[in-house]
């Protein structure tokens, strides 16, 4: 098994690894991101709003502090609200009345001390929070707020309910305080109940309440428990913790299942806490304090109610906000989780659902790995669609149906691993096959032909297209010669052939030919396939020359001068082919077939005759811009009955004394040959014969021909064709 394939298949363990990942939760990202979907949840699916909503705001707002005064109001005045809400299930107070009424009759004894006319009436005047504490004990049902802290280290008062612990200490899990704030005792003796006001940790946006809280070993319950509490009449808490009977924990302190009061049972977090479970603020009946002082309500609106006293007051700083809104008042907040309470909509997280979530990115992402090895990134990208789907479409079924707060989160979120990891090791063992098979033919095809193999196998199959092609046959001339000298070497041809070979085919494809084949000391290479290049007859001339450059250039490198210097023949020739995969299915080459191929080796025939390096068809010189193109000779190929007009292209460094002139009298000659004017051909060919040695095996072959002529003339309409006998 090779490294690719084994790199393949460890794919799946790797896919696996990754559904742990979460668990890590580096920096906090997954439990970020996992309360922001749980506040999307609520937004769209908000608590729907409860009938008979038995729940009341007093708010001491800004119109009230307007009317009334300045906060903190007299306790008289608070002791007035009181009484006017005596009909209530219950009376709570977001507040804490921690200091004496400045405004009372014992604080102004202590102010005005040294006078002892105003201290004697003072003396007669009933003292504000007395009245308060009378107000609360005459309702009967009054709850007054808690504020924990760790600064002071004040222990709370007498408990006023009892406490039953089933399972695990239940201190094991709660927040822990040093302290707390209090109210006056005067107040706390006179109340039914005390709670904390505190509504957790978020420094944000508050998504859960505490039940109780530890303060210094005791435990305080929340202020909304405390108002159900006293509403419902019920005088003890139940906690169910881990290990509890009918609790599996397996012996471990897993936290708090949940808490009873009464026929109320209410499941809570590990750490006590629970979810709020939101409605909007437009939904709660909320009424200005100063009406509720000067009458406008009436007391039996009150009745049955659990009327809690807070501020929405700007200036007092009590703004909160939860996942369905932002800057609202903290006593909202706690008026809400008492709807909850009555109405039994919790929101739950039991400890299985973290296990599920995992279950479900594991699953996923090993569905992901299956379809990426086996239908590529598209079909993995299927298996990411839907699972996340069916993920998102999950947590939405058990937030509606239960009010489970499944995460979708995480699960996507190691599915999305899942999907870039794989499919980024999937690419880089592509690259690899890929690097292997650019590697395994560099050597026989162009580049480009390689790049194209090893992006798509599509085109590693049968077939081909018609389109224009130039086509460049070279070979060596006198190589029988050559190889008869290392008859008693073969090795050393064969590294002679290698160099020479890698010499000439580095030139082809520094034009970006594609070498078809060797054949012995031949090349036969093309362009414009397989990709398109408009200026591949350009190309070819280019590289014909570079060729003869690079060949010199060996010849100089080998020693091989004078008889031994290597030379070569080419052929050039452009016109319709077919080029594609041909062969058979077990095995086949990337070539080039058609009538022009042929005329292009015959051509690279000829070259030798003409003592010419570069013999190119009449197709390809059309559109060439050099005025170094001589044409050569009309002549019909051996196996082709159509004539064609053959071509060469003179290389820069051939000097030609009065060039223009030359060009224009050998295409003269060109036509006097043809018309049969030997006296006139011959006149020229003797002028430059000397003149232009470069042409003097051209000139002898021509003149050959005229004397030939001239002892058997061709027929009269001889167009001047040459039938050669020779490939």
């Not at 909304?224 to 139940?238: F, H, P």
């Not at 939405?396 to 599915?415: A, E, G, K, R, T």
Request: one cysteine or more; hydrophobic letters at 40%.
């Amino acid at each position: 098994m090779n490294l690719t394939a084994l790199g393949k298949k460890s794919l799946l363990p790797f896919a696996v690894f990754l559904a742990f990942f979460p668990l890590l939760n580096p920096l906090g990202i997954f439990t970020d991101l996992r309360t922001t979907s749980f506040d999307t949840f609520q937004t769209l699916f908000p608590r729907p709003v409860l009938e008979d909503d038995p729940v009341v705001i007093i708010d001491i707002d800004d119109e009230s502090l307007n009317r009334i005064g300045q906060w903190p109001w007299p306790r008289d005045t608070l002791a007035s609200l009181t009484d006017q809400t005596q009909l209530a299930a219950v009376t709570g107070f977001d507040i804490v009345f921690a200091e004496p009424d400045r405004t009372g009759s014992k604080q102004l004894q202590e102010i005005y001390a040294e006078d002892n006319d105003l201290v004697k009436q003072l003396e007669n005047i009933v003292d504000h929070d007395e009245l308060f504490a009378e107000a609360i004990n005459n309702h009967g049902t009054v709850v007054l707020g808690l504020a924990p802290n760790n600064k002071k280290n004040t222990q709370p008062s007498k408990s006023k309910f009892g406490l039953v612990v089933q399972g695990d200490d239940p201190k094991l899990f709660i927040q822990a305080y040093n302290g707390l704030q209090r109210n006056l005792p005067l107040l706390e003796s006179a109340s039914s109940g005390l709670g904390s006001m505190s509504i957790g940790n978020d420094d944000s946006i508050v998504r859960k309440l505490p039940s109780f809280e530890n303060i210094d070993g005791n435990l305080v319950p929340s202020l909304s428990l405390e108002l159900v509490r006293v509403a419902i009449g019920a005088s003890t808490y139940q906690i169910k913790s881990s290990n509890a009977s009918s609790e599996k924990a397996f012996g471990e302190n897993t936290g708090i299942n949940n808490i009873k009061l009464g026929s109320l049972v209410m499941p809570t977090n590990p750490d006590g806490s629970f979810w709020i479970y939101p409605t909007e603020s437009k939904n709660l009946t909320v009424i200005p304090a100063w009406q509720v002082l000067d009458g406008s309500i009436d007391p039996y609106f009150f009745e049955g109610k659990v009327a809690i006293v807070g501020t929405s007051a700007s200036g007092l700083f009590d703004l909160r906000s939860n996942a369905l809104e932002k800057n609202i008042p903290g006593v909202s907040i706690i008026a809400q989780f008492v709807q909850q309470i009555f109405s039994n909509t919790f929101l739950k997280r039991p400890d299985w659902l973290l296990g599920l979530e995992f279950l479900a990115g594991l699953i996923f992402s090993v569905v992901i790995s299956l379809s990426i090895q086996r239908q590529g990134p598209i079909g993995g990208l299927v298996a990411f669609g839907l699972g996340n789907g069916s993920i998102i479409y999950g947590s939405y079924y058990f937030f509606i149906n239960y009010q489970y707060l499944v995460d979708p989160i995480s699960p996507m979120l190691i599915c999305l691993f899942a999907y870039l990891i794989i499919t980024f090791f999937n690419f880089l063992f592509t690259e690899i096959e890929r690097s292997k098979v650019r590697n395994a033919f560099s050597q026989y095809l162009s580049p480009v032909m390689v790049e194209k193999l090893a992006q798509s196998s599509e085109s590693l199959v049968l077939g081909g297209e018609r389109k224009e092609m130039t086509v460049l046959f070279s070979d060596i001339r006198g190589f029988t010669a050559i190889s008869e000298k290392y008859k008693d070497n073969p090795e050393g041809l064969t590294d002679l052939i290698n160099q020479l070979l890698s010499t000439l085919s580095n030139e082809i494809l520094k034009t970006e030919g594609t070498i078809d084949k060797y054949m012995g000391d031949c090349i036969m290479a093309f362009w414009n396939a397989p990709i398109d290049q408009k200026n591949h007859r350009e190309r070819a001339i280019e590289a014909a020359f570079n060729m003869q450059i690079a060949l010199r250039e060996l010849n100089e490198e080998l020693g091989r001068f004078d008889q031994d210097e290597m030379a070569i023949g080419i052929g050039i020739n452009t016109g319709e082919c077919i080029v594609g995969n041909m062969g058979s299915e077990q095995r086949f080459d990337y070539t080039v077939l058609g009538d022009s191929v042929n005329l292009a080796s015959r051509l690279e025939g000829q070259s030798n005759n003409y003592g010419f390096p570069m013999i190119l068809g009449q197709s390809s010189v059309v559109g060439i811009s050099s005025n170094r193109v001589i044409e050569l000779d009309l002549i019909s190929v051996k196996g082709k009955q159509e004539p064609e007009r053959i071509y060469t292209v003179l290389a820069e460094d051939i000097e030609i004394e009065d060039e223009k002139v030359f060009f224009d009298e050998h295409a003269k000659f060109v036509k006097m040959y043809r018309k049969q004017d030997w006296a006139s051909a011959r006149e020229h060919i003797e002028k430059y014969v000397k003149i232009v040695p470069s042409f003097n095996l051209y000139f002898k072959l021509i003149s050959n021909r005229i004397e030939e002529y001239i002892e058997n003339p061709p027929p009269s309409n001889w167009e001047g064709v040459f039938v050669a006998k020779t490939k």
